[in-house]
């Protein structure tokens, strides 16, 4: 389900690490991760879930790929809509 808010705060992620420099960032947000060492995990710094890391580049790819997607998905919800 495409969710807006979500997706603007994920651009906004995105922006801040690109401001920032930092490469590698949460697969879940797209947001800064931070290293426990305790767990030996990374933490998102967006929603504080234990996530795997991915290149700040990959993410974007991603995002692209998904918002893509979504833009399809709610065309064809729209069509459906007008129909009814
Ligand atoms: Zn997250």
Redesign the pocket.
């Given at each position: 389900m495409f969710n807006e808010d979500e997706y603007k705060n994920n651009e906004i992620n995105k922006y801040l690490a690109q401001q920032e420099g930092y490469e590698e960032v949460?697969?879940?947000?797209?947001?800064e991760v931070e290293y426990n060492e305790d767990n030996e995990s990374y933490i998102?710094?967006?929603?504080?879930?234990e996530?795997n890391i991915q290149s700040l580049s990959d993410f974007q790819h991603d995002e692209y790929e998904n918002a893509m997607e979504d833009k399809a998905d709610i065309q064809r919800d729209n069509e459906r809509d007008f129909c009814d």
């Open positions: 949460s697969d879940c947000c797209g947001a998102c710094s967006n929603c504080g879930s996530c």
